[in-house]
Nanobody
Framework: QVQLVESGGGLVQAGGSLRLSCAAA????????MGWYRQAPGKQRELVAR???????NYVDSVKGRFTISRDNAKNTVYLQMNSLKPEDTAVYYC???????????????WGQGTQVTVSS
C-alpha cells in the first residue's frame, strides 16, 4: 500500500509564508502527476497546483505568482511553497499523487490526510 504523509501546515498572519511537504511511502514503482488541492469550509475541493513527471506545472489563477509547486523524485516528495498568504487561502490542503505499484499496473490515485492552513488577517 501507499501512504501520502503531509506536513507543514499551521497558523500564519496575512503576508506570511508556509511550505507544505508531502512524501509518498510504500512499494512504489513510479509516480506521474503530483498535486495539491484545498477545501475551505462550505466549499468544494479545488486544485491548487499540479506538477507532472516532466516538471510541467499549472496553478489555479488565485495563487499564480504566490505559490510554487516542486518535486523531488528521489524522495517521492512534492512541495508547495506558499508566499504572500491571504485569509482566503485558509483551508485544509490535500496532497494527491498518481502511483504505479508495479511496472505492469495502472496508475492509482492516492490522497493524503490533509493539513490545515489558517491565515489570519
Amino acid at each position: 500500500q501507499v501512504q501520502l504523509v503531509e506536513s507543514g501546515g499551521g497558523l500564519v498572519q496575512a503576508g506570511g509564508s508556509l511550505r507544505l511537504s508531502c512524501a509518498a511511502a510504500g512499494s512504489i514503482f513510479s509516480i506521474n502527476a503530483m498535486g495539491w488541492y484545498r477545501q475551505a469550509p462550505g466549499k468544494q475541493r479545488e486544485l491548487v497546483a499540479r506538477i507532472n513527471s516532466g516538471d510541467s506545472t499549472n496553478y489555479v489563477d488565485s495563487v499564480k505568482g504566490r505559490f510554487t509547486i516542486s518535486r523531488d523524485n528521489a524522495k517521492n516528495t512534492v512541495y508547495l511553497q506558499m508566499n504572500s498568504l491571504k485569509p482566503e487561502d485558509t483551508a485544509v490542503y490535500y496532497c494527491n499523487a498518481g502511483v504505479k505499484l508495479k511496472w505492469y499496473s495502472d496508475y492509482i490515485n492516492y490522497w493524503g490526510q490533509g493539513t490545515q492552513v489558517t491565515v489570519s488577517s
